[in-house]
């Protein structure tokens, strides 16, 4: 028979034994060690419409293992492949050496993460080493559902982040004193479909290991994103010409957003080119004519942009020449009114300077030729002074016109001076017109030269 003092102790050792393994399981849970995980920049401001980048979460955070959504999308798009989730098995360390909000140009935001996963001397063999990473984003790439596993589209049959090649490049084994590292980077980003609009996208980032021939285990991670708020756009300022025809003088056509196009750079290999602040100006008219119920106008132009290549091109000016006719719908010569447009035919051609062997990339811009970029044109006349003339006469003919214009163009690159083509990844980029700088500068000396007057009406209001 069990007396009190029997009960009593038996229920202390449950007690230290539960205690006990408590203790065990929550050193278990913690083996896996996170630095680093404050962001360096936490919010980004993007012009010129102040668009805002926000990490989050910010800190990052330790993934525990995987989530039910990692296992649910693993099973759904690698269903030939068996993952083992061992959350509590690695002992080493994640370390992010970059987390930040960034952004490729206007109505561009990104999030940017570098980190290492610095291995436990304990821990599964460096060469087997690779992440798993889900997203879950408001704006899918390529129109497709959320989450999935990164990357989309997937550059080999297999679910890890870096691919065979990839990985063997991104381990170091000499790094943390010999145990070795295996480095990650990711910069995530997604241009304003429309103003104003809120993307979010969130990546659960496991390190993994590859076991055999379609078997992986799926261990602990970081947990890291970004949000990005696209501002409403701001009014734009009209542009003024003498003449019905566009485009005017002192003005220039602005593209929104960053163009992003595949190249494969001679001695460098394939990759991502980025175009921003892409402007085409000072125009030259070669004029225009009417066929068919419609007007087509020709005319050259200079442009300019900035360039991002990763690890080769950062913030170089790109510019060149070129010329661009486009047709304007049902409209006569000199018509005032609101008219379709398309842009029937645009060749740029430019170059960026690279430390490439000839010190610049060649580059060459055009519509592409398998879509149609339409638009629209709005002219409307202008009069400064009206006739004190009869009521019954006719209005005095206008003195200026106001142009209203813009295109959604589908842009094609080449960098192989016309032998391959590739189109912008982001599909069709807004060019709007809009008034040169000296245009505006003007503008606002006038405005400072009436200022005086200005101020004394409102007294006397």
Same mark, same amino acid.
């Given at each position: 028979?069990?007396?009190?003092?029997?009960?009593?102790?038996?229920?202390?050792?449950?007690?230290?034994?539960?205690?006990?393994?408590?203790?065990?399981?929550?050193?278990?849970?913690?083996?896996?060690?996170?630095?680093?995980?404050?962001?360096?920049?936490?919010?980004?401001?993007?012009?010129?419409?102040?668009?805002?980048?926000?990490?989050?979460?910010?800190?990052?955070?330790?993934?525990?293992?995987?989530?039910?959504?990692?296992?649910?999308?693993?099973?759904?798009?690698?269903?030939?492949?068996?993952? @083992?989730? !061992?959350? @509590?098995?690695?002992?080493?360390?994640?370390?992010?050496?970059?987390?930040?909000?960034?952004?490729?140009?206007?109505?561009?935001?990104?999030?940017?993460?570098?980190?290492?996963?610095?291995?436990?001397?304990?821990?599964?063999?460096?060469?087997?080493?690779?992440?798993? +990473?889900?997203?879950?984003?408001?704006?899918?790439?390529?129109?497709?559902?959320?989450?999935?596993?990164?990357?989309?589209?997937?550059? $080999?049959?297999?679910?890890?982040?870096?691919?065979?090649?990839?990985?063997?490049?991104?381990?170091?084994?000499?790094?943390?004193?010999? $145990?070795?590292?295996?480095?990650?980077?990711?910069?995530?980003?997604?241009?304003?479909?429309?103003?104003?609009?809120?993307?979010?996208?969130?990546?659960?980032?496991?390190?993994?290991?590859?076991?055999?021939?379609?078997?992986?285990?799926?261990?602990?991670?970081?947990?890291?994103?970004?949000?990005?708020?696209? +501002?409403?756009?701001?009014?734009?300022?009209?542009?003024?010409?003498?003449?019905?025809?566009?485009?005017?003088?002192?003005?220039?056509?602005?593209?929104?957003?960053?163009?992003?196009?595949?190249?494969?750079?001679?001695?460098?290999? !394939?990759?991502?080119?980025?175009?921003?602040?892409?402007?085409?100006?000072?125009?030259?008219?070669?004029?225009?004519?009417?066929?068919?119920?419609?007007?087509?106008?020709?005319?050259?132009?200079?442009?300019?942009?900035?360039?991002?290549?990763?690890?080769?091109?950062?913030?170089?000016?790109?510019?060149?020449?070129?010329?661009?006719?486009?047709?304007?719908?049902?409209?006569?010569?000199?018509?005032?009114?609101?008219? +379709?447009?398309?842009?029937?035919?645009?060749?740029?051609?430019?170059?960026?300077?690279?430390?490439?062997?000839?010190?610049?990339?060649?580059?060459?811009?055009?519509?592409?030729?398998?879509?149609?970029?339409?638009?629209?044109?709005?002219?409307?006349?202008?009069?400064?002074?009206?006739?004190?003339? $009869?009521?019954?006469?006719?209005?005095?003919?206008?003195?200026?016109?106001?142009? $209203?214009?813009?295109?959604?163009?589908?842009?094609?690159?080449?960098?192989?001076?016309?032998?391959?083509?590739?189109?912008?990844?982001?599909?069709?980029?807004?060019?709007?017109?809009?008034?040169?700088?000296?245009?505006?500068?003007?503008?606002?000396?006038?405005?400072?030269?009436?200022?005086?007057?200005?101020?004394?009406?409102?007294?006397?209001?």
């Amino acid at each position: 028979m069990t007396g009190p003092r029997m009960r009593w102790l038996s229920g202390l050792t449950r007690s230290v034994c539960l205690l006990t393994m408590m203790l065990i399981g929550g050193l278990a849970s913690a083996a896996i060690t996170l630095t680093g995980a404050a962001g360096n920049v936490s919010m980004l401001t993007v012009a010129p419409d102040s668009d805002k980048v926000t990490l989050n979460p910010d800190p990052a955070t330790l993934a525990g293992g995987a989530s039910q959504a990692v296992k649910d999308r693993l099973a759904a798009e690698f269903a030939g492949y068996t993952f @083992t989730y !061992l959350p @509590t098995t690695l002992k080493g360390t994640i370390n992010i050496t970059t987390y930040t909000a960034f952004s490729y140009g206007p109505h561009n935001g990104a999030g940017r993460i570098f980190l290492t996963y610095d291995r436990h001397a304990d821990d599964p063999a460096l060469g087997t080493l690779n992440f798993i +990473q889900l997203v879950t984003t408001s704006d899918p790439l390529g129109g497709g559902t959320s989450p999935y596993i990164d990357p989309r589209p997937n550059d $080999d049959t297999e679910p890890y982040y870096w691919t065979d090649a990839e990985a063997v490049a991104e381990r170091n084994a000499a790094a943390n004193g010999g $145990d070795g590292s295996l480095a990650f980077r990711d910069t995530s980003s997604r241009n304003c479909a429309t103003h104003p609009d809120n993307i979010s996208w969130r990546g659960s980032l496991l390190v993994a290991a590859e076991t055999g021939a379609n078997t992986a285990h799926v261990y602990a991670g970081v947990n890291w994103g970004w949000d990005f708020v696209c +501002q409403p756009t701001a009014k734009k300022k009209a542009v003024r010409s003498p003449i019905p025809e566009s485009p005017p003088d002192d003005s220039l056509y602005r593209f929104d957003g960053t163009l992003e196009f595949d190249v494969e750079i001679p001695g460098f290999g !394939l990759t991502t080119m980025f175009i921003d602040d892409l402007v085409l100006s000072d125009f030259s008219n070669q004029g225009s004519f009417e066929s068919l119920g419609n007007v087509e106008t020709n005319f050259d132009t200079n442009f300019s942009g900035r360039v991002n290549i990763p690890g080769l091109v950062e913030n170089q000016r790109l510019d060149g020449n070129g010329f661009v006719q486009f047709g304007a719908f049902g409209r006569g010569l000199g018509e005032t009114g609101t008219f +379709q447009t398309e842009i029937v035919a645009m060749s740029l051609s430019g170059s960026v300077p690279a430390p490439v062997p000839s010190g610049f990339i060649d580059v060459l811009l055009r519509e592409s030729p398998g879509d149609s970029s339409f638009g629209e044109l709005s002219v409307s006349g202008v009069i400064n002074a009206q006739s004190k003339d $009869d009521a019954s006469a006719p209005p005095p003919p206008a003195d200026d016109f106001i142009i $209203d214009s813009f295109f959604d163009v589908f842009t094609e690159i080449s960098v192989d001076g016309g032998g391959l083509w590739g189109s912008d990844k982001n599909g069709a980029a807004t060019a709007t017109l809009v008034p040169e700088p000296s245009a505006c500068l003007l503008l606002v000396l006038g405005l400072i030269g009436i200022g005086p007057l200005v101020r004394r009406r409102r007294r006397a209001a």
